[in-house]
Each structure stands twice: as C-alpha cells, then as structure tokens.
C-alpha cells in the first residue's frame, strides 16, 4: 500500500477530485467528487451521492483512480487502488454525518484503498510513480 503525505492531504482537502472507474466492458467513467477527503495514511471516503455509474462501475470490479489537481500551482497526484462501498456501519454513518446540513444522506461510502500514486506536475515528473 502507499501512504499519503502531508502535501497530497493538503491538497485532498482544498481541490476538488475526480473519480474515475471502469465497467466491465472497459468502458470508463469520470466524474468529480466533492465529498473526496483523507480517511487515514492509505485511504480515501467518498459520499456516493447519486448512486450511478461510479457506484456500479465500484461494485462490478472495485477499480478506482481519483485524480486532484492545484491547476494554479502546477502539481497534482493520481490516486490507484480498490474501492469499496459500504451502505451500513461505520463508514457509512461517517460519511452520513459529514453530509448532515449540507447534503442529502449519502447512497453510500466509498473507501478507497490506496495502492499506487503518480504525481500529475508536469515536466520530467509527469505521471512518475511516487516512491515511498
């Protein structure tokens, strides 16, 4: 597994992500995900809010990317690794209470098990495997 920095936590926080899965045909799928926060060092949750090709995409084979950018700053990450989602439990209450006031209650929490980052800065970095 690899583990988040500061600096890829920093960003999770303060740009907007975008998901992006595939079907079983190999067809993709990309969408932002305003809800995409840090879990822990090696996950990411999500509110699954409306239930549709991501969600489906996740439960057919569980491959996700999360892309997050600062376009000012010129760097970015690319976040790989297998997703989940969980209608009930502690996951989902987490991600039901960080909903409260803002959004409806999520369909369901998608966690994201971070297996591989790639920087997105351009330049000789662009798309290199961040080592650990």
């Not at 822990?40 to 995409?57: F, P, R, S, V």
């Amino acid at each position: 597994m690899a583990k988040l920095n500061q600096a890829m936590k920093d960003m999770i926080a303060g740009e907007l992500a975008y998901i992006a899965t595939v079907d079983a045909d190999g067809n993709p799928d990309i969408g932002p995900k305003i809800s995409m926060r840090v879990l822990d060092d090696e996950h990411l949750i999500y509110n699954e809010m409306t239930g549709g090709k991501t969600q489906a995409n996740i439960n057919e084979n569980g491959k996700a990317i999360v892309a997050v950018a600062n376009q000012k700053a010129f760097k970015g990450f690319r976040f790989g690794g297998t997703a989940k989602l969980y209608t009930d439990g502690p996951y989902y209450e987490q991600a039901e209470e960080w909903a409260k006031g803002k959004f409806p209650a999520p369909k369901a929490a998608g966690v994201i098990t971070i297996e591989q980052i790639w920087t997105l800065d351009p330049g000789p970095k662009a798309g290199k495997l961040v080592e650990e």
